[in-house]
């Protein structure tokens, strides 16, 4: 036999490692949003018991493998070669798209992605053996009445978990409202009882019909008394969460909250693992059926692969051994942090900041859903309004979580429920499909999109759910070129793709870096007086360092021609930009929000100092990208006039920016009307460079376009220079109130100090 196929199957091995780490990242969100979300106990135990119920759930997961061997082709019309080469195709691009959706915190569907991938590559081969041989049809290769089960059973999902969600959310609420620690001294125990028992039914019960562990005898058993089965657990749960809440005073929600952690946990490696390395496995068996028939004398090239269809029974070692790699994924991997960000987010309970802007669409359903809202209002009666008004008056949340543990209890246990029917019925479910809708679903029904973040939420509902549409449609595509060009391609191909792979995975990692590290700079919150003090006075120095070093850089790339330089330039003012305008957009607001400073003077020229540095850095973009186009398209060069006059605006600048810095240095404010000086200094610069400009028009030394953007440099040197000296007389006047409150607070805690006498 030819060493590629084992070279083959060695590759498929590293993939479905490579692909259980990446498609963990992706799914951890799936079990963990509920956890996190409500903070029901610290990472590292929420971790603990997710990874318990993984590697339990690993061991279930064998009946599932069929999907990948033969739920969308014919495998006995394909040939060994076609097979490997099917199931080479499907990996490499598993692998890439999973990555790439982790890189942008989008959590897409591990399961559309390997079926849609199975259609693509099965087209792939199957069209390739149709030319080769120059007969059939691709009806006889493609098994389409399954895989159309199977599709319609995933996307029938995304329906049933956010109906399923909402109504079960809206009940939930109304037994016990948010202030549910009343009510729930009563009704915890049974509430305990049906949520844990729900949970034992189907992620236990249900899934052990898909165990390697478990004996025929012991399923029958089971399946014959599974209504006592089932009232057992129900009195059993209800007795045992009674005496954790009356006896030993335990909060049982984070019982069930924990409980339902790992049993999503479980449904999910006992539902997808087949995702990660069920092709893996179909292509070591597709192997072993090889080797044999050629150990006993037979030809690979005439060997057709009718085996695959035959029931399989997975080795424990395969799937416990997968089920480890995928624990230390959920503890490592920084990308599932990323993509459990994304949905907490948009579940979350009140304002904040929101990751997601608004779209015609999501703005369209809101004034539809508040037209509705309206109207059935006005026809409910006003005892019943006000009775679920007061079921739904929200209280504040214990740890400033983003919902309280009901809603996590209710997410978690219709999850499970949902995930492991589907994996008892062996219909592979989307895991990302359930658990989204059912916390959007459970949102809604929680009145947690409230007017000022209906219009966000739902456009980032909008752009999760076109994420999945555009992962069938990028899977499909994918996998068919990339199985079109290993068939024509042969051992070559195999190659090539696989150092694209390697490439693309390393691209990926480090714009996720990129991206992590601008995600983590829009949320900085400045919690003490003094860190604000000093970041501000650093920004300021940044601010102007960054000015005097535009107005260089630009002066010598227009003098020179130098693309190279203003492209740097571009660069490094676009960056500048989009900090200050993050600043105002996550940084503001909190901040003030968190450092309490009796001092609205004081906070207000905290305010000022963003803006200002804000309007500058806008300005130092629109000269550094009019520069650069400039050049760029290769007009004209600035005449030696127009350098000098621009290098009189640097040099105006150099001298204030000086002398200020040895002001903001020694903290001696008492020459700074030589600063405010600047404003009129450069109005009249600006008056008598504008002037210079028309003459040269009018002389004919300068062309159209050259007096164009000469013109629009100096007006924005003159803007910067009037921003700039608010910039500083806000500086000095929020450290003067500054040094004021301080020395205000100093006094008030000697006067606290002082023992007070009879």
């Known amino acids: 036999m030819d060493p590629i196929y084992l070279i083959i199957v060695i590759i498929l091995l590293g993939l479905a490692v490579m692909d259980l780490a990446v498609g963990v990242a992706n799914d951890a969100v799936n079990f963990l949003n509920s956890s996190i979300g409500s903070k029901v106990a610290p990472l590292w135990l929420i971790l603990t018991v997710a990874s318990l119920g993984v590697l339990i759930g690993s061991l279930f997961s064998s009946g599932m493998m069929e999907v990948a061997r033969s739920g969308v082709f014919h495998p006995e019309k394909l040939t060994f070669h076609a097979v490997m080469i099917l199931f080479l195709a499907v990996m490499l691009t598993d692998v890439v798209l999973l990555d790439v959706f982790n890189t942008f915190g989008l959590p897409t569907s591990t399961t559309v992605s390997l079926v849609f991938e199975l259609l693509g590559a099965a087209l792939a081969v199957s069209l390739f053996t149709i030319w080769s041989n120059d007969s059939g049809s691709l009806g006889e290769y493609i098994n389409s009445g399954k895989a159309l089960a199977i599709i319609s059973g995933i996307f029938i999902s995304i329906a049933i978990a956010f109906v399923f969600g909402s109504l079960i959310m809206y009940i939930s609420r109304l037994i016990f409202s948010f202030n549910y620690k009343k009510s729930f001294v009563y009704l915890g125990a049974v509430w305990g009882g049906i949520a844990l028992t729900a949970i034992t039914y189907f992620a236990i019960f249900k899934g052990l019909k898909g165990s390697v562990l478990v004996s025929e005898v012991f399923l029958d058993f089971l399946n014959n008394s599974m209504g006592k089965a089932i009232l057992y657990a129900f009195l059993g749960w209800t007795v045992l969460m009674a005496i954790f809440q009356f006896v030993f005073r335990v909060n049982i929600l984070k019982i069930i909250v924990l409980a339902g952690t790992a049993a999503l946990a479980l449904a999910f490696a006992g539902n997808d693992l087949v995702n990660f390395i069920g092709v893996f496995m179909a292509g070591m068996d597709s192997f072993t059926i090889a080797k044999d028939v050629v150990a006993s004398g037979g030809s690979i090239d005439t060997l057709y692969m ?94 400033n979580a983003s919902f309280d543990l009901i809603r996590a209890s209710v997410n978690l246990t219709i999850s499970a429920l949902l995930i492991s029917l589907g994996t ?105 007086e003094k860190q604000l003090v000093a970041e501000c006075t650093s920004e300021v120095k940044t601010v102007l360092e960054a000015t005097l070093n535009t107005f260089s850089l630009t002066i010598d790339g227009l003098k020179n021609e130098n693309r190279k330089t203003m492209r740097n330039v571009v660069a490094e003012t676009n960056s500048l930009y989009e900090k200050y305008k993050d600043k105002r957009m996550y940084e503001v607001v909190p901040t003030i929000e968190t450092i309490q400073i009796s001092a609205l003077d004081l906070e207000q020229e905290y305010v000022q100092l963003v803006d200002y540095s804000f309007e500058i850095t806008k300005s130092l973009k629109a000269m550094a990208e009019s520069s650069y186009s400039y050049i760029d398209n290769n007009h004209t060069p600035f005449s030696k006039e127009q350098i000098e006059d621009l290098k009189q605006m640097y040099n105006a600048l150099t001298d204030s920016f000086g002398k200020f810095s040895l002001m903001l240095e020694s903290n001696d404010y008492s020459g700074f009307d030589q600063i405010t000086q600047l404003r009129d200094l450069m109005t009249d610069l600006y008056v008598k460079l504008t002037k210079r400009q028309i003459k040269r028009v009018k002389e004919n030394e300068t062309t159209t376009r050259g007096s164009i953007l000469f013109l629009n440099l100096i007006n924005e040197s003159k803007i910067i220079a009037l921003q700039s000296s608010n910039l500083m007389k806000s500086q000095r006047s929020f450290s003067q109130q500054y040094s004021k409150v301080a020395r205000e607070m100093s006094t008030a805690d000697i006067v606290k100090s002082i023992p007070l006498t009879m």
């Open 306 to 399: 009718g085996e695959l269809n035959k029931p399989v029974t997975a080795q424990w070692q395969w799937l416990f051994g997968a089920g480890i790699i995928m624990v230390l994924a959920l503890w490592f991997s920084k990308k599932s942090r990323t993509v459990t960000e994304t949905e907490v987010n948009l579940a979350r309970k009140g304002e904040g900041v929101e990751r997601f802007s608004s779209s015609a669409l999501s703005r369209s359903i809101v004034h539809g859903a508040m037209k509705i809202s309206k109207a059935i209002d006005k026809s409910t009666p006003p005892n019943v309004k006000e009775f679920l008004d007061k079921r739904f008056e929200p209280v504040a949340i214990e740890n």
């Open 424 to 528: 008892s019925l062996k219909l592979p479910l989307s895991t990302t499909f359930v658990t989204f809708m059912v916390a959007m679903g459970t949102s809604l029904a929680d009145r947690a999109w409230g007017r000022e973040s209906a219009v966000y939420r739902i456009n980032g509902v909008l752009t999760v759910v076109s994420g999945w549409l555009l992962t069938a449609l990028v899977a499909l595509t994918a996998s068919l070129l990339v199985g079109l060009f290993l068939m024509w391609g042969g051992k070559i191909a195999i190659f090539v793709m696989l150092a694209l792979v390697g490439f693309l995975l390393f691209r990926s990692g480090k714009l996720h870096t990129k991206r992590k590290e601008k995600e983590e700079s829009k949320h900085v919150q400045l919690s003490s």
